[in-house]
T-cell receptor, first 115, second 114 residues
Framework: DVKVTQSSRYLVKRTGEKVFLECVQDMDHENMFWYRQDPGLGLRLIYFSYDVKMKEKGDIPEGYSVSREKKERFSLILESASTNQTSMYLC??????????????FGPGTRLTVL | AQSVTQLGSHVSVSEGALVLLRCNYSSSVPPYLFWYVQYPNQGLQLLLKYTSAATLVKGINGFEAEFKKSETSFHLTEPSAHMSDAAEYFCAVSENFGNEKLTFGTGTRLTIIP
């Protein structure tokens, strides 16, 4: 089974702190994704990566950056956390063969609270 | 640009009744379509997907969905609701080329009435 793990289930940070959210997948997937989930808004894509050191902005990249130094690990960085970044963050991965309809596999999520 | 509309943010059905969750999509190319389920305090789990083969797709836990191109719909059904079906359901669309990005709907929370 594909397994996507996230470093923390719950995280509480203060405004202005630098925050790192880590995601690891164990199935050699090419693509990795970071979403935030808010009530009534569904999942919105922050960033995705289709290869090591490659990244593309999603729909809501402002205030976030990412890092992918190894194929299995994709980090989301909040350079200076703000209260409007309080949310559930979900990481996902997919195989990466274009046009093949591969599904994304999700981690359990990190619920981040910024005070 | 692709988009997904899920009608009804909350749906309640009685145990044993038919479950119908609605999803309409917009895509400039033939799409791939997905239904995911999220149980409380968990990530998303794939229920089923349509990838241009059979238009009626069967998934896990007795769920199925029918792709109707003329209606741009991909509604999810289950003939007989179980208490364990209580969860949030997300419809998503992906264009059948490119980098497997998904565009999600806003979700439908399903409540089962005993």
């Amino acid at each position: 089974d594909v397994k996507v793990t996230q470093s923390s289930r719950y995280l509480v940070k203060r405004t202005g702190e630098k925050v790192f959210l880590e995601c690891v997948q164990d199935m050699d997937h090419e693509n990795m994704f970071w979403y935030r989930q808010d009530p009534g808004l569904g999942l919105r894509l922050i960033y995705f990566s289709y290869d090591v050191k490659m990244k593309e902005k999603g729909d809501i990249p402002e205030g976030y950056s990412v890092s992918r130094e190894k194929k299995e690990r994709f980090s989301l960085i909040l350079e200076s956390a703000s209260t409007n970044q309080t949310s559930m963050y979900l990481c996902a991965s997919s195989l990466g063969l274009s046009g093949s309809g591969n599904e994304q596999f999700f981690g359990p999520g990190t619920r981040l609270t910024v005070l | 640009a692709q988009s997904v509309t899920q009608l009804g943010s909350h749906v309640s059905v009685s145990e044993g009744a038919l479950v119908l969750l609605r999803c309409n999509y917009s895509s400039s190319v033939p799409p791939y379509l997905f239904w995911y389920v999220q149980y409380p305090n968990q990530g998303l789990q794939l229920l089923l997907k349509y990838t241009s083969a059979a238009t009626l797709v069967k998934g896990i836990n007795g769920f199925e969905a029918e792709f109707k191109k003329s209606e741009t719909s991909f509604h999810l059904t289950e003939p007989s609701a179980h208490m364990s079906d209580a969860a949030e359901y997300f419809c998503a669309v992906s264009e059948n080329f490119g980098n497997e990005k998904l565009t999600f709907g806003t979700g439908t929370r399903l409540t089962i009435i005993p």
